[in-house]
Each structure stands twice: as structure tokens, then as C-alpha cells.
């Protein structure tokens, strides 16, 4: 599956914005999804994930209660609303496809390492 990130911006504290990935094969519905992030001298690091159908997701610590991932599988997309961001939320943001099973459900976190097929990222500013 090839990845696209669009929706990065420039935005104030606490504003919000909504990224979208649009994948391209007729699998997209076969993979779960997630995204990551990496700031500037960091490394990338996981921010949420979503299952096949839509139906499970899990998020970093970090972005719990203000971020929401989900995804239309008729369109092929998955998207990623960032709502109440905070200057620590500045990165370079990438979907991708989990290559590890993930038992639906629990609380399990994967890592950035966990997913493969990345897609060229967005830039996410904010400023204070």
C-alpha cells in the first residue's frame, strides 16, 4: 500500500487541525493503520492506531483526549483530528500500515518500529 499525509500547517496553542492519508491499492481495508510522529532531533515516535474496520484504536499517552484517528475505507483514507495542540506537538507526522498483529482491545502501544509502508509526511507547526 503507498501512503500520502496532506492537512499540516502552521496553527496557534490550543487551535486545531485534521490530517488526512489517502492510500492508493485495493488492500487499504486489510491493513491497520497509525500514525507517528518526529520532532526535530527525535525520534519518531507512535501517536495512535486503528483497526481494519475502524472499530479499536489506541492512542499515545501523549495525544490521549485530544487526538482522534479514524479512517473510510471506501475511500481508502485514514485521518488523524488534533484538537487543543500544544507547542510539543510540532513534528513531522507519517501514516503507515501495522506489520504487527495487535490483539483488538487491549491496551497494547506499538512502537514506530512496528509499522512499515510510510508514506511522505505532513508538517505540523504550532506556535505559542
Known amino acids: 500500500v503507498q501512503l500520502q499525509a496532506s492537512g499540516g500547517g502552521l496553527v496557534q496553542t490550543g487551535g486545531s487541525l485534521r490530517l488526512s492519508c489517502a492510500a492508493s491499492?485495493?488492500?487499504?481495508?486489510?491493513?491497520?493503520m497509525g500514525w507517528c510522529r518526529q520532532a526535530p532531533g527525535k525520534e519518531r515516535e507512535f501517536v495512535a492506531v486503528?483497526?481494519?474496520?475502524?472499530?479499536?484504536?489506541n492512542y499515545a499517552d501523549s495525544v490521549k483526549g485530544r487526538f482522534t484517528i479514524s479512517r473510510d475505507n471506501a475511500k481508502n483514507t485514514v485521518y488523524l483530528q488534533m484538537n487543543s495542540l500544544k507547542v510539543e506537538d510540532t513534528a513531522v507526522y507519517y501514516c503507515?500500515?501495522?506489520?504487527?498483529?495487535?490483539?483488538?482491545?487491549?491496551?497494547?502501544?506499538?512502537?514506530?518500529?512496528?509499522?512499515?509502508?510510510w508514506g511522505q509526511g505532513t508538517q505540523v507547526t504550532v506556535s505559542s
Open positions: 486503528i483497526s481494519r474496520s475502524g472499530g479499536s484504536t
Open positions: 503507515a500500515a501495522l506489520q504487527k498483529s495487535w490483539r483488538y482491545g487491549s491496551n497494547w502501544l506499538p512502537s514506530a518500529g512496528d509499522f512499515g509502508s
Open positions: 491499492g485495493r488492500t487499504f481495508s486489510s491493513y491497520d
